[in-house]
């Protein structure tokens, strides 16, 4: 866990109260999604197993998640929700994933994949309800059928991050071009302290 979440981000308790064993995972967080959900769909490493107590999750992502419920009028399934740092980092991630600070969400479902595309083509009612509630970031893996949100700070000219693809060819893109960017200036600076 990190030490500190932002004010939205609200501590869920997977855990039933004692003397009950087991997964409070029936607890509604929303209309239509419930604690279990959120859950499973929640990445730690196997040596934090004993210490996940808790699913870190933003109000306004679970917000923009059931307004996506509610445009489709079917079904969608959390494929990704809280990871941890560690569990990043051991997938070669920089470990600053929105997930980790639980203001991610990633969503599939038959149709929502297109209802996102839309939405964000055409800034239309759907797009106007996310970015109310705090949408800054969407991405869009259309042959992999799911999306992502999250509540990030908008840019400063209040735009939003968009991307599609995987975070994983991303993170490779920024790193590419960071290389292809500091090359040049790393050869001058060579050169200049030879001479």
Known sequence: YREKYGKHVVKHYIHLKPPLDGFA????????????????????????????????????????????????GKPISVTSAFRSVRHELSKKRSGESQHTYGTALDLSGSGLVELVQEALR???????????????????????????IDVRDAKP??????????????????????????????????????A
């Open 157 to 194: 000219d209040g735009g939003y991050a968009y991307w599609e693809g995987s975070e994983d060819q991303e993170l490779k893109k920024k790193g590419n071009s960071m290389s292809t960017i500091l090359r040049p200036i790393l050869t001058i600076l060579g050169f200049v302290r030879t």
């Open 25 to 72: 995972d029936d607890k509604l967080l929303s209309e239509n999604f419930k604690l279990g959900e959120i859950r499973k769909a929640s990445f730690i490493t196997p040596d934090e197993q004993n210490l996940f107590a808790y699913v870190p999750l933003d109000t306004r992502v679970l917000q923009a998640a059931q307004i996506l419920r509610d445009a489709l």
């Open 122 to 148: 055409t800034k239309n009612k759907l797009y106007q309800r996310l970015r109310a509630v705090g949408v800054n970031g969407f991405g869009v893996y259309v042959e992999k059928g799911f999306i992502h």
